[in-house]
């Protein structure tokens, strides 16, 4: 563990959080004054991508590096930033570290090119989103949420506000407000209730379509949500 996380306070643990998505949120959430456990396969390195946040944000930023299982023992919001190819294996291998009662929220998008196929398609998944499967893995007392699709890590893990929209879905009412909360907490993000968790798998793919916007157009897409009264952005 690197130093830094002094009196935990709601930590939230980022497994996968050593690649741009984990990072980006880890960035922004210590930024807002969060407690964040970066998680990794490898203890070392989730240390060292810590460090490295300490050393954009200070040595005021409360956060710590620890292997994947440690890291879900350690706090019972859990957030998942993994390719899609690992996050079957990795959620069993996990289950018996998380915490009874934890919030799972999961921004895993399906991508083809996962086995090969082409980033801007998706793959076909039984259970119909990747935050569906992971709810079918996942201890019955833990709430999963779908969030956070739809953001470009490169601009997460940048200094400038995003523009950007996050839309937040699940079967549990209050881990969805929670992660409206903690996306509200990105400057620039607009969190909205996206309704129940099956509603993942429409947010998954449009992911597949920024990415193919990003190929053609050489950006960095996002998505805004228009026209909805303003009680409904968080
Ligand atoms: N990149 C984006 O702009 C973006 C935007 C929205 C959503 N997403 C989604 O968020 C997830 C993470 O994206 P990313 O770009 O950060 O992914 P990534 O860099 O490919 O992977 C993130 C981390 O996951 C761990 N990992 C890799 N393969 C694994 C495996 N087979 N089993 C367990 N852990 C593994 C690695 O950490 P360790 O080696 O340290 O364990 C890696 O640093 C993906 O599902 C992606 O589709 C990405």
Redesign the pocket.
């Known amino acids: 563990m690197s130093t830094n996380l002094s009196a935990p306070v709601r930590p939230i643990a980022i497994i996968?959080g050593?690649?741009?998505?984990?990072m980006g949120l880890a960035l922004r959430w210590v930024r807002a004054g969060e407690t964040v456990i970066i998680g990794?396969?490898?203890h070392g390195?989730?240390r060292l991508a810590a460090e490295s946040i300490i050393s954009r944000v200070g040595n005021e930023a409360r956060i710590s590096g620890m292997e994947?299982s440690a890291a879900c023992a350690a706090a019972d919001i859990l957030m998942l930033?993994?390719?899609?190819?690992?996050?079957a294996?990795?959620i069993k291998r996990l289950k018996p570290a998380i915490t009874p009662g934890s919030i799972l929220i999961d921004?895993?998008?399906p991508?083809a090119a996962g086995i090969g196929g082409r980033a801007s398609r998706t793959l076909g998944i039984w259970q119909g989103s990747?935050a569906q499967q992971a709810a079918e893995l996942v201890p019955d007392d833990v709430a999963v949420v779908a969030a956070?699709?739809?953001?470009?890590?490169?601009l997460l893990g940048g200094d400038n506000p995003l523009d950007c929209d996050v839309i937040v879905c699940s079967d549990d009412p209050d881990a969805a407000q929670l992660t409206r909360e903690l996306a509200a907490k990105i400057p620039g993000v607009r969190a909205i209730d996206g309704g129940r968790l099956e509603n993942a798998r429409i947010v998954e793919q449009i992911?597949a379509l920024l990415v193919g916007l990003n190929m053609r157009h050489k950006g960095h897409a996002g998505i805004r949500i228009t026209g909805l009264p303003p009680t409904a952005y968080r």
Do not use: I, K, M, Y
């Open positions: 996968g050593t690649g741009p998505a984990g990794s396969r490898e390195r989730a994947n930033t993994v390719p899609f190819e690992g996050q294996s990795l921004a895993t998008v991508l990747a956070f699709h739809n953001c470009a890590a490169d992911t």
